[in-house]
């Protein structure tokens, strides 16, 4: 099982990236993803989830109405289309499964990790 997150970079505030989460393994539709951000000095954190059974998401106050995530299938990758990034976004950023996705998404319960992918949004 491995994951590759991809995408990261430096945008302005305001403006926009896609994360992508390939896998290579396993199935994508097959386990939940999860996306997972750690900033400097900080805790890691859930960003967002989507469920294999039937697509639902989940989303961390922060993000709500700025961050979506979809999955393709075809591809076997899962993404996160963030826009309106302010500069507390900035984290690496990492895709995981295995794990629960609801309303809460506990970090420590995901078991197969990418390497991140930095994310900075500075002017």
């Known amino acids: 099982v491995q994951l590759q997150a991809s995408g990261g970079g430096l945008v302005q505030p305001g403006g926009s990236l896609r994360l992508s989460c390939a896998a290579s393994?396993?199935?994508?539709?097959?386990?939940?993803i999860g996306w997972f951000r750690q900033a400097p000095g900080k805790e890691r954190e859930a960003v967002s989830c989507?469920?294999?059974?039937?697509?639902?998401?989940y989303y961390a106050d922060s993000v709500k109405g700025r961050f979506t995530i979809s999955r393709d299938n075809g591809k076997n990758v899962v993404y996160l289309q963030m826009n309106s990034l302010k500069p507390e976004d900035t984290a690496v950023y990492y895709c995981a499964t295995d794990g629960p996705c609801g309303a809460t998404i506990p970090v420590w319960r995901y078991d197969y990790w990418g390497q991140g992918t930095q994310v900075t949004v500075s002017s």
């Open positions: 393994g396993f199935a994508l539709d097959y386990y939940p």
């Open positions: 989507i469920n294999n059974f039937d697509g639902s998401t």
